[in-house]
């Protein structure tokens, strides 16, 4: 992909790996002729939203099936957790009858809140909490502090690591998102990277040098996030009980 990125269109299909005549024509053309960095702000967008809003919501939703003790807290956990075997085009049909009734095709939003919630966030998230120490909990309790200020100011910083693999997942989930934005948006100044790819597909079926060149484009932020997080990633799956 990256090679023929490079590629004039006639060199992309003769099977050699380094191109004859290396050009950047075809990324000045993905950034000139369409609306292509309309399509990285709107994926950049939806998947930075989703991630700060998501990490902030499963965080507490977690810190509270973990270690507050209410009746019926190990249901809600069991049936959050089943959620993991539903994929999403199995409720893609009520999904869309859902977003309709409020209103929310076409716009920002029907791209943000239903992927606001994922099972494997809050189960990740609950297993770093229980491994936290009962002790800093009850030192906290007898000083004072109410669940809020432990969960702010001992729970949040102890899990930064946890945060940002998270952050990571979640943000690289949104970002390749495909299905969903296909389903939902019509408008062309609301269409994400990967259905801006898709349609370079259809209108420029025999010129795969623009497809590669926006595809090429499209994973660097993926590469860049992932090489600067690795380590978060690794430590927080062997600190989240993982195997």
Same mark, same amino acid.
């Given at each position: 992909? /990256?090679?023929?990125?490079?590629?004039?269109?006639?060199?992309?299909?003769?099977?050699?790996?380094?191109?004859?005549?290396?050009?950047?024509?075809?990324?000045?053309?993905?950034? =000139?002729?369409?609306?292509?960095?309309?399509?990285?702000?709107?994926?950049?967008? *939806?998947?930075? #939203?989703?991630?700060?809003?998501?990490?902030?919501?499963?965080? %507490?939703?977690?810190?509270?099936?973990?270690?507050?003790?209410?009746?019926? $807290?190990?249901?809600?956990? *069991?049936?959050?957790?089943?959620?993991?075997?539903?994929? /999403?085009?199995? #409720?893609? *049909?009520?999904?869309?009858?859902?977003? $309709?009734?409020? !209103?929310?095709?076409?716009?920002?939003?029907?791209?943000?809140?239903?992927?606001?919630?994922?099972?494997?966030?809050?189960? %990740?998230?609950?297993?770093?909490?229980?491994?936290?120490?009962?002790?800093?909990?009850? @030192?906290?309790?007898?000083? !004072?502090?109410?669940?809020?200020? #432990?969960?702010?100011?001992?729970?949040?910083? /102890?899990? $930064?690591?946890? /945060?940002?693999?998270?952050?990571?997942?979640?943000?690289?989930?949104?970002?390749?998102?495909? #299905?969903?934005?296909? =389903?939902?948006?019509?408008?062309?100044?609301?269409?994400?990277?990967?259905?801006?790819?898709?349609?370079?597909?259809?209108?420029? @079926?025999?010129?795969?040098?623009?497809?590669?060149?926006?595809? =090429? *484009?499209? @994973?660097?932020?993926?590469?860049?996030?992932?090489?600067?997080?690795?380590?978060?990633?690794?430590?927080?799956?062997?600190?989240?009980?993982?195997?």
């Amino acid at each position: 992909m /990256l090679t023929s990125a490079f590629k004039p269109a006639d060199e992309v299909t003769n099977g050699s790996l380094i191109p004859a005549k290396p050009t950047f024509d075809n990324f000045v053309y993905v950034f =000139t002729q369409v609306p292509f960095l309309r399509y990285l702000f709107n994926s950049f967008f *939806v998947s930075a #939203i989703v991630t700060i809003v998501s990490l902030w919501l499963h965080s %507490m939703a977690a810190y509270s099936l973990a270690r507050l003790k209410f009746r019926g $807290r190990d249901t809600i956990f *069991v049936l959050m957790f089943s959620t993991m075997l539903i994929t /999403l085009p199995a #409720i893609i *049909v009520p999904l869309f009858l859902v977003v $309709r009734q409020l !209103g929310m095709l076409d716009s920002y939003l029907g791209l943000i809140v239903p992927a606001l919630f994922n099972a494997f966030g809050i189960f %990740m998230l609950r297993q770093f909490y229980l491994s936290i120490p009962n002790e800093l909990e009850e @030192a906290a309790h007898v000083d !004072g502090a109410s669940y809020w200020k #432990i969960y702010w100011r001992i729970i949040l910083p /102890l899990s $930064r690591p946890v /945060l940002a693999a998270l952050a990571v997942f979640f943000f690289l989930a949104n970002w390749n998102a495909f #299905i969903w934005p296909l =389903t939902i948006i019509a408008d062309q100044n609301l269409t994400v990277v990967q259905v801006g790819i898709s349609s370079f597909q259809q209108q420029y @079926a025999s010129n795969f040098n623009y497809v590669l060149a926006a595809a =090429t *484009v499209a @994973a660097v932020p993926t590469l860049v996030i992932f090489f600067i997080f690795q380590r978060q990633i690794v430590e927080s799956i062997k600190t989240s009980g993982l195997k």
